[in-house]
């Protein structure tokens, strides 16, 4: 096993996952930490099974992959696989809001299960969260259920980051959102939010306006090969985001 300081956090090399209607393959992605990447080419199917991968929830049928230089074949026990889980945050629809509950008690649920009611330890975190992402602190008493899509994407990413995670895994987090404002929203969001946490991610998204604004470097997957390639015309459209947002 390589040194957890010496490898990189995320070493997935000749992938292979039997899933239907098409196999996922990945023949080569290295990410440390602090990267910030968007990766095209990935259905819903795909991006959630390259999520269970990540995170230890399923292993591949050929290839490996290896967080801090462990491969995760290697974790035999719950307490392992926590802990590796640990390094994570991730941003999906598959993480229920429960809507009947406040928004604060939605963000303080990665904390604690105590949220009825919520300690003013807690709180402070909570309130933390929602200004990082640009929630409404005034409304976190509502209930989730009273959102707007754009708002709810930001709970989403604000539990995420509840932990202290050091890759946020993201699962088209901008399906959900009808506007392409939004999007662009979201994504100047990510950016801002990851550069002052510290904190890298992948984001699993074909949402090019998210993927402007984010600033992170893009690929595409070709499904039959399992090979990364930069997306035709990065540097250019990548440019024009950044002019549009400062203008």
Known sequence: MIPAAAAPLLDIDGLLKASAPIPLRL?????????????????????????????????????????????????????????????????????????????????????????DPVSDVVRAEVRGLARDVGLDVERLSAPAGSLAPAARALVHLARALATGPRLLLLEHPTASLPEPGDARSFGATLRRVAASRHVGWIALSNDRAFAGASHGRRLRLDRRSGRLAPERGEWMLRWFEHVRLDA
């Open 27 to 115: 023949a080569r992605l290295v990410v440390a930490a602090g990267d910030r990447l968007v990766l095209s080419g990935f259905d819903r199917p795909a991006a959630e099974l390259f999520v269970h991968l990540v995170t230890g929830a399923a292993v591949p049928d050929e290839g490996r992959i290896r967080i801090a230089g462990r491969d995760t074949r290697e974790i035999a026990t719950d307490t392992e696989w926590l802990a590796s889980l640990d390094r994570f945050g991730l941003v999906t629809d598959r993480a229920v809001l429960v809507d009947g509950l406040s928004v604060e008690a939605n963000l303080a649920l990665p904390l604690t299960l105590s949220v």
